[in-house]
């Protein structure tokens, strides 16, 4: 499937060797490619926007395979694409790629990932869109993970791509051959302990470093086929994990476990509180 247009950004910025690995690779497809990524990491930024400062862009071809035409941005991951899509573009891509993030996007970190939220925007505004991320946050090998995305996203244009469907690929530190089968996963809970690590700086001032470890449940998490694995399990299995996202947040636990609303608000219908009810 040769000629697509894809535009392609991340969070970990313009000089990270993930985002080269895929733009390379899916020029070397025969795709247009269209790169416009932060000009410096902007990681966990989640879907942040830039609002309060003027958004900043300069080409940044040289940095990319011959043929990529790139932009480094000022603002979020989320800027990027808004940006490409509405200024930078000329005509709207058929895909929206997002990574190789360096590092794993697994069960709720999704929810604060620049690279899962540079690929949403893409799919809020209703294109295919792809993030994906190698899991491990030493590892430098890229290709074999430029070489999965591209492959899924290919086979899944394909298919009928239903609107707000965001797909995030996981795929292990490991060599191409090594790397188990492909499979459609569900997000497991990821939380964190001991988040903030108090310090003192060299005037005697304290200040807080986010650190902690992350805690795995992966048995929990949002509803999905029962036969489909968490994400974090498979990662740790050896195989390349796939996840389908939306942009809706819509709770999926069952409607009758919550009080009846009435009951949780000061007024009454027609103007009267609760208080004045009760006499």
């Known amino acids: 499937m040769a000629g697509l247009s894809i535009l392609i950004s991340n969070d970990d910025g313009v000089f990270a060797k993930g985002i080269q690995a895929l733009a390379a690779e899916a020029r070397g497809r025969g795709h247009r490619v269209t790169v416009v990524c932060p000009d410096q990491e902007r990681s966990a930024t989640g879907h942040g926007l ?61 929810l604060y990932s620049g ?10 505004e209703g294109f295919p869109a792809l993030a994906v991320s190698s899991a491990d946050f030493q590892w430098r090998q890229f290709e074999a993970a430029a070489v999965i995305a591209l492959d899924v996203a290919e086979a899944m244009l394909g298919h009928p791509w239903r609107p707000g469907l965001l797909l995030n690929l996981n795929v292990p530190a490991r060599p191409a051959a090594e790397i188990g089968p492909l499979r459609w996963c569900r997000t497991a809970v990821r939380r964190y302990v001991d988040q903030f690590d108090r310090r003192q700086d060299p005037r005697g001032r304290t200040y807080y470093w986010l650190a902690g470890e992350v805690v795995d449940d992966t048995e929990a998490g949002l509803p999905a086929p029962a036969e489909w694995p968490t994400d974090v399990a498979w990662i ?44």
């Open 236 to 279: 740790a299995e050896g195989g390349a994990s796939l996840t389908p996202l939306q942009p809706e947040l819509f709770w999926r636990g069952e409607a009758s476990s919550l009080p009846p609303a009435i009951a949780l608000g000061p007024f009454r219908p027609g103007g009267e509180s609760s208080a004045t009810a009760r006499g």
């Open 50 to 110: 830039t609002l309060q400062t003027p958004i900043r862009a300069e080409r940044a071809d040289e940095l990319f395979a011959a043929g990529v035409t790139a932009w480094a941005c000022s603002g979020t991951p989320s800027d990027c694409v808004k940006l490409a899509l509405f200024s930078l573009m000329e005509q709207p891509p058929d895909l929206v790629l997002s990574g190789i993030n360096h590092g794993p996007n697994l069960g709720t970190d999704v």
């Open 115 to 124: 690279t899962v939220s540079a690929a949403m925007e893409g799919a809020i």
